[in-house]
Nanobody
Framework: QVRLAESGGGLVHAGGSLRLSCAAS????????EAWFRQAPGKEREFVAAMWRVGNRTSYADFVRGRFAISRDDAEDTLYLQMDSLKPEDTAVYYC????????????????????WGQGTQVTVSS
């Protein structure tokens, strides 16, 4: 069973940057799709970005495309989310997630398709 642990959240001014990390342990080699989701107070958890281990293809939600970048370090078994040009509306708890399936046709944006989740890291963007 893969275990995930996020880090890197914090408080930043609008326009600033943060890099989130998600370290995997356990049977991480069984994961095929990895993603970042976020949840703001009073809102549902929403998809942010995904990456497929095969081919390193990526996908982004429209509201972060061009500002955020997902990547991974295979040697460290760590997933990253580089967040630039942050806005106050990016304030949320950010979660990394992993699936043992190669999720396509939009299913990679569905949170119930992921079997492993981290505990979350708080990102707060002040105006």
């Amino acid at each position: 069973q893969v275990r995930l642990a996020e880090s890197g959240g914090g408080l930043v001014h609008a326009g600033g940057s943060l890099r989130l990390s998600c370290a995997a342990s356990g049977r991480a080699s069984n994961t095929y799709t990895e993603a970042w989701f976020r949840q703001a107070p009073g809102k549902e958890r929403e998809f942010v970005a995904a990456m497929w281990r095969v081919g390193n293809r990526t996908s982004y939600a429209d509201f972060v495309r061009g500002r955020f970048a997902i990547s991974r370090d295979d040697a460290e078994d760590t997933l990253y989310l580089q967040m630039d040009s942050l806005k106050p509306e990016d304030t949320a708890v950010y979660y990394c997630a992993a699936s043992t399936s190669a999720l396509y046709s939009g299913t990679h944006t569905w949170s119930d398709q992921y079997h492993a989740w981290g505990q979350g890291t708080q990102v707060t963007v002040s105006s």
